[in-house]
């Protein structure tokens, strides 16, 4: 009997090795993976150049904590921030901790302005935010939640693509709204352009923060750096992870300087990490992001989405739903 705790039904299957978009069992089989590591393996497996840079970093430092300034930390910030809307990062263990982050975030930014009640977020039904009680309440999919109350307070649901159910819910204590910019576990359910520009317009309209989880969908899957930048917008707060390490652990909350303007005193002190961001994860997470901004790798997700869209038009197949390879049949 394995001394694994069961929280997964894993599958009896074991790999030693993988190259590419391909894994090899411990039993000598040759698998094309399709789940890449649940949305992580951006590049593939064991891709030379973050070897490489791994490989380089772990000769000279592995960890020194957050009590410090880490130099790798602040390259990949700036490259970050150097293409996309945000002035500071914050960068956590997981998507879900940086989900934590924005919702402490949006509290904190009105707490700030006196607005101690204005502290609830307007989230969907179906939405996936990541497996900590916050994030799981904040979904709120009783299959997931079940056996893990009493509920955390603070959020309001609404029905995905209700649009008078969302207005309506929109009172004076209302903070932010937050939704996935391409439901992920909510069946891969793109959002309509209308629907992000007229969620940026009701948060600009009541003083809300828009915040968009990005955790499955960012990182050059649609084509796009971030999948929001095919609607034209932009939000207050950005949180993703996954594809960002490029196969290693990190989760990432993005944010500008108009926003943190107002702080007076350290908006997330409570949220600190001890292992986000370390020298090894920076180090393999800005290769990622290199060879994914660098290679041309996203200019040809458009021309492959079509191919697949093409490929899978067959009277077994009645619907196919995403955006560039975030793709559902």
Same mark, same amino acid.
């Given at each position: ?69 880490? #130099? ?14 945000a002035d ?61 109350? #009493? ?40 959002? #309509? ?11 600009d309209e ?112 009645s619907e ?10």
């Open positions: 009997m394995s001394k694994i705790l069961g929280t997964y039904a894993r599958r009896k299957i074991s790999f030693s090795h993988g190259k590419g978009a391909h894994l090899f069992s411990t039993d000598g089989k040759k698998y094309l993976d399709f789940v890449s590591g649940i949305a992580v393996n951006s590049l593939g497996h064991c891709h030379d150049a973050l070897v490489n840079a791994i490989q380089e970093q772990s000769k000279k430092l592995w960890h020194v904590s957050n009590a410090f300034e880490i #130099p790798e930390q602040e390259i990949l910030a700036k490259k970050i921030t150097d293409h996309s809307f500071f990062v914050v960068f956590m263990n997981s998507g879900t901790e940086a989900t934590e982050a924005s919702i402490k975030i949006a509290r904190k930014y009105f707490f700030e302005q006196g607005k101690e009640n204005k502290n609830r977020i307007i989230t969907f039904k179906g939405a996936f935010h990541g497996r900590t009680l916050a994030a799981l309440f904040a979904a709120n999919n009783p299959e997931h939640t079940k056996g893990f109350g #009493p509920k955390v307070d603070g959020f309001d649901q609404v029905e995905f693509g209700d649009h008078e159910a969302l207005k309506k819910a929109i009172n004076k204590n209302t903070a932010a709204i937050m939704v996935e910019s391409i439901l992920g576990e909510g069946g891969i359910r793109v959002l #309509p352009n209308e629907c992000l520009v007229g969620l940026r317009k009701l948060c009541h003083d809300l923060l828009l915040i968009l989880d990005e955790v499955q969908c960012g990182i050059g899957r649609t084509g796009k750096l971030f999948a929001f930048e095919h609607f034209n917008i932009v939000p207050d707060i950005l949180v993703y992870g996954k594809g960002l390490g490029g196969g290693f652990p990190i989760g990432a909350m993005t944010t500008s300087y108009e926003n943190m303007k107002l702080f007076k005193t350290n908006p997330i002190l409570g949220h600190i990490t001890t292992f986000g961001g370390h020298p090894v994860i920076a180090t393999a997470a800005l290769s990622n992001l290199k060879e994914t901004l660098g290679s041309g790798i996203m200019s040809e997700i458009d021309e492959k989405e079509k191919l697949f869209r093409s490929l899978l038009k067959h009277h077994y197949i196919v739903r995403g955006k560039g390879l975030m793709l559902a049949i």
